[in-house]
């Protein structure tokens, strides 16, 4: 590896965000280009893989043009390039891969394929430099919910996760069914503003004592029949007299709370004092309150997604990979795509 100062381009496309960033030196941040798909799931309430993934191959060239011309960077002056390869959905990590490997190849500089949830994790800390492990960490998006205990770099020990919808996904159903729009989580972040978060009694999916895993359907479900009636349809009117302003804040507050208490449980069970957030939903106001008040009394600190980080980035996928290449680690032009975490076989 070259003396100071690196630079890594870090490629990221395993969901609706077609994105690249330069990272300095592991923390410096040189560009940041996240182009989201988001108008184009929109009718959709959700990601439609097979849009992501032709989106994708549209835009991968021009964000990645983008994010070396902000940089001042020349592509073969690059010290490496580092790609999120796992995991996420298949297609749309196959573009950002092919594109990692065909430039890495064209330019004589080598590749790594990172993590996308270790990349996550580490959006608190890289800035830093602050070796934060062992730690809890904490991934909530749009299309991951999990608890990991991570005992050291690069060792994510699963302990809980979701047995249906992911808290994101949670999030954009509920403000579907209330007529807020896609993306949902910030829709009913800011209609819970003006809510009152006691007024309707959602339950809390605990799932027994000691449970670690997540479940948001009933959730969905419990909002679905008290703003529209049991039985109705997605697609009927609301009830007349529902605030939607006061089912948000009731809906999210029993979201956080959920959230806090099994990440309570976690940093008990496993004896950490910190705990790692990272996706799109760790931008919500109302969990960074509840979690750091939780962890004020329960004695563990959480690490938050630095400015415009949380939702998927290049940025974080170069921060990773300067850790791996500082170790003298790197990857082939073998490198494939997993839909699944860890390291392929
Ligand atoms: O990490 P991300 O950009 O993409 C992936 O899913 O990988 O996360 C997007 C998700 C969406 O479901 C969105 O509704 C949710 O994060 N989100 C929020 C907030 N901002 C984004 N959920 C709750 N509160 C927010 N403020
Ligand atoms: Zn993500």
Known sequence: MKSNPVRILGIETSCDETAAGVVEDGRRILSNVVLSQIPLHAPFSGVVPEIASRAHVQEIVRVV??????????????????????????GALLVGVTAAKALAWAWGIPLLGVDHLQAHLLTGVFQTGED???????????????LFDVPREGELLPLG????????????????????????GP???????????????????????????FS????????????????????????????????AASFQEAVVETIAEKVRRAARIRGRDTV?????????????????ATGRAHGFRVIWPGA??????????????????ARGERDGLDLEASPLPGTPV
């Not at 979701?162 to 896609?182: M, P």
């Open 65 to 90: 043009e983008h994010a070396l011309a902000e940089a001042s960077t020349p592509g073969p002056d690059l010290d490496a390039i580092a790609v999120a390869n796992r995991p996420g959905l298949i």
């Open 132 to 146: 934060p492990f062992p730690a809890i960490g904490l991934v909530i998006s749009g299309g991951h919910t999990a």
């Open 161 to 184: 996760g979701t047995t249906d919808d992911a808290v994101g996904e949670a999030f954009d159903k509920v403000a579907s069914i209330l007529g807020l729009g896609y993306p949902g």
């Open 187 to 213: 829709a009913i972040a800011r209609a819970a503003e003006h809510g009152n978060p006691k007024a309707h009694a959602f339950p809390r999916p605990l799932l027994g004592p000691d449970s670690l895993d």
């Open 216 to 247: 948001f359907s009933g959730l969905k479900t419990a909002a679905l029949y008290l703003v529209k009636g049991k039985n109705a349809p997605r697609s009927a009117p609301l009830l007349a007299g529902i605030s939607i302003e006061d089912v």
């Open 276 to 292: 790692l957030v990272g996706g799109g939903v760790a931008s919500n106001r109302r969990l960074r309150e509840v979690l750091d």
């Open 308 to 325: 415009g980080l949380s939702t998927d980035n290049g940025v974080m996928v170069a921060a990773l990979a300067y850790r791996r290449l």
